[in-house]
């Protein structure tokens, strides 16, 4: 009996320290997580057991889809602290996507990159986070460009959403031109253009910042040709020897890329972008500079341009009055047919 004794008192207190001890590794594993940031509870499978409500969202892209997406989900209410994240790859079906563990409204902000890349986001735990998030020009291709998009959605409620996807960059094209030099010395003379460029172009920005104006700019007040030829894709602000322009219209769809500028006014230290024609005429080189209207995300200002006098001296100048007559209209990027991806 007294045996039989002694082995209960030895399992009573085995029994016991194993629990201490396992306490001490649950506080352990609480503090742990505890000091991880928010992005971090993105990659809890929380629906492991597939029992999880999905979401159905529907992908409307403006231009070639991306390789991958990712998908930011906050709190819709300050500080907007990150609920989850995940990104999904295009154009590969997902059967499903989660984001909405927690409770009440949501946005969803979305931003496109390579397949993979994950890195640059550890740091997000706040929507505020994401909109210092600088998008370079060295980084965009026109046939895949950069796009973001956000949508709003209710945990709980939501179930199915859409999500326009829009690119970052703009373009400048220009749809047709011609030369008009009648009653001028010149007249019947053609006008052969060996440069086109933009000055004052925006190559880094924060899209999601409010105002969205760029951080840095290239060619202000002159075209820097180095810098410009140090871009992985220098054409898309600078085009050369593009022949003659004479009496007779042609539709060349010459076209530049920058990002959005929303100045439309020469406001000391805010110019607007401005598209730059060089051209030779009689011998002598000169510049047709102009002015763009202020330009949101995603869109495209095309240009219908006729020249009617010599240009000036000086690209950054405005030109005279009357040498040139323009129509331009501002419209969606719509460089690939519009594409609808959907996760059902």
């Given at each position: ?101 927690g409770s009440g409204g949501h946005l969803l902000q979305a931003i496109s990159s390579k397949a993979g890349d994950t890195g640059q986001w550890a740091g997000i735990q706040y929507y505020g986070n994401l909109q210092t998030t600088l998008f370079s020009l060295a980084d965009e291709d026109p046939s895949r460009p950069k796009l973001v998009g956000s949508t709003t959605l209710e945990a ?189």
């Amino acid at each position: 009996m007294r045996i039989q004794q002694t082995h209960i008192g030895r399992n009573i207190s085995n029994a016991t320290s194993a629990l201490h001890s396992r306490s001490r590794i649950s506080a352990a594993l609480v503090t742990v997580i505890l000091q991880f940031p928010a992005f971090f509870s993105c990659h809890i499978p929380y629906n492991d057991d597939n029992t999880a409500p999905g979401l159905s969202l529907k992908l409307n892209c403006r231009a070639s889809a991306p390789e991958a997406l990712n998908l930011f989900f906050f709190h819709d209410r300050a500080p907007m602290r990150l609920d989850s994240y995940q990104q999904i790859s295009l154009p590969e079906q997902t059967s499903r996507i989660y984001g909405l563990s927690g409770s009440g409204g949501h946005l969803l902000q979305a931003i496109s990159s390579k397949a993979g890349d994950t890195g640059q986001w550890a740091g997000i735990q706040y929507y505020g986070n994401l909109q210092t998030t600088l998008f370079s020009l060295a980084d965009e291709d026109p046939s895949r460009p950069k796009l973001v998009g956000s949508t709003t959605l209710e945990a709980g409620r939501s179930r199915t959403g859409e999500l326009d996807l829009s690119p970052v960059l703009c373009a400048v094209r220009i749809r047709s031109v011609a030369c008009d030099f009648s009653e001028r010395p010149y007249s019947g003379s053609s006008l052969s253009v060996s440069r086109l460029f933009l000055l004052h172009a925006g190559v880094e920005i924060r899209p999601l910042e409010p105002g969205c104006r760029p951080v840095s700019w290239i060619n202000s007040g002159s075209l820097e040709t180095e810098a410009v030829n140090r871009l992985p894709r220098p054409w898309m602000l600078l085009l050369e020897n593009l022949g003659d322009v004479t009496e007779r219209r042609i539709s060349p769809g010459w076209t530049l890329y920058c990002y959005p500028n929303p100045s439309s006014g020469d406001v000391p230290g805010s110019p607007p972008t401005r598209l730059v024609i060089e051209a030779t005429l009689l011998g002598h080189t000169c510049y047709y500079p102009i002015s763009l209207p202020p330009m949101e995300m995603g869109t495209l200002c095309e240009m219908d341009i006729t020249i009617r006098r010599m240009g000036t001296s000086d690209p950054d100048l405005p030109a005279v009055s009357g040498s040139v007559t323009l129509s331009h209209a501002i419209l969606p990027w719509n460089e690939a047919e519009p594409q609808t991806v959907p996760f059902l």
